[in-house]
């Protein structure tokens, strides 16, 4: 049993979001979402949406590939599993904004050092293989790297919807993946609808969703406050498995024109299609799910769809080669016992 009244009550994103009209027509049920991360740490609000994972971080050692992922020592993941999928069991934790959605969990990094770019690219293709609507990846990377870049066209060609972080730097820095071209780049703002200071800007910014100040469970049974692009990744990836669920015929294309064409334009915009903070503008999942018919691919309403990268706290991740480094990025502001 959820506790989701309680749930939208603590969680302003889900207010934002209109959460309990997006429910009234779907909940995400039948869409699957790979989330390529640190792995998934079980708790009671994701006891019902994980799927069997797999463990591509043991870099140097023979990657598992199969088998349940149900640990992740660095916390990531847990969190971003939390905001795509959880299930508030007890009026506690956090609910979802997909709560009907599966999650594939790939662990690509344990959170140490030397695994997330030789992680990366078979984590992208194993989640294609196990049949995922949805690839999120909240992580971005500094260098190109072809293998990762294969994988994530190949996952394009197979009608994926893939949607990656911005970054939390506060620049016009470019991130891989949100830098190739197909994927969904997200930038954060706050309850107001401002962009948050820290989002980073650019061509390779396609939305923004709510990231500042979002309550998410971390892997020690607790939920707390963080800022970041990964939780408005989170809730982009979540809005993409919403409209595939309400639209199962729509190609991952139409899904991302769904997303774009319905997107508020704020005032800051000044009228513009797109620019370079906003993207196309601010998540409207309720509009996209609400459509009858499929925005025409590369018509009037439609935006360019680059890509994204970011997630909590300042901690590197290196990745071995070539000086890569990638990072998670945001800010727990105050942890609350679950």
Not at 79 to 101: F, K, M, Q, V, Y
Not at 226 to 243: F, H, M, P, R
Not at 284 to 303: F, I, Q, S, T
């Amino acid at each position: 049993m959820t506790n989701a009244g309680a749930s939208i009550r603590s969680q302003w994103s889900l207010r934002f979001l209109k959460a309990d009209k997006i429910w009234a027509i779907t909940r995400g049920s039948e869409a699957k979402i790979a989330l390529v991360d640190t792995g998934v740490q079980p708790n009671a609000d994701l006891s019902r949406s994980l799927l069997t994972g797999a463990d591509f971080s043991a870099y140097g050692r023979a990657s598992v590939g199969e088998g349940r992922v149900d640990t992740d020592p660095f916390g990531h993941g847990t969190g971003e599993a939390s905001l795509i999928a959880g299930s508030d069991s007890n009026g506690r934790g956090t609910e979802g904004l997909a709560p009907g959605a599966s999650i594939l969990p790939i662990r690509a990094s344990d959170g140490s050092s030397s695994g997330f770019t030789f992680g990366l690219a078979p984590s992208v293709e194993y989640a294609v293989s196990h049949g995922a609507d949805v690839i999120s990846m909240a992580i971005t990377d500094s260098f190109n790297d072809n293998d990762i870049r294969l994988a994530v066209q190949d996952a394009l060609d197979h009608d994926v919807v893939v949607v990656a972080a911005v970054g939390n730097d506060g620049t016009s820095q470019q991130y891989y993946p949100a830098a190739w071209p197909g994927v969904v780049g997200v930038g954060a703002i706050d309850s107001s609808g401002a962009v948050w200071s820290q989002s980073n800007s650019g061509a390779d910014v396609a939305l923004v969703a709510p990231g500042v100040h979002i309550l998410r469970d971390d892997n020690q049974g607790r939920v707390g406050y963080s800022d970041g692009t990964s939780e408005a990744t989170a809730y982009v990836s979540a809005a993409a498995a919403l409209v595939r669920s309400a639209h199962p015929r729509w190609t991952a294309v139409q899904v991302v024109a769904a997303l774009e064409s319905t997107a508020d334009k704020p005032a800051a915009m000044r009228g513009a299609v797109r620019d370079d903070r906003y993207g196309a503008g601010i998540l409207d999942v309720l509009a996209a799910v609400r459509l009858a018919e499929p925005p025409v691919v590369g018509g009037p309403a439609a935006v360019a769809v680059r890509g994204a990268g970011g997630g909590w706290g300042w901690w590197g991740v290196g990745g071995g080669a070539a000086g890569v480094c990638l990072i998670f990025l945001g800010v727990w502001w105050r942890v609350r016992r679950g």
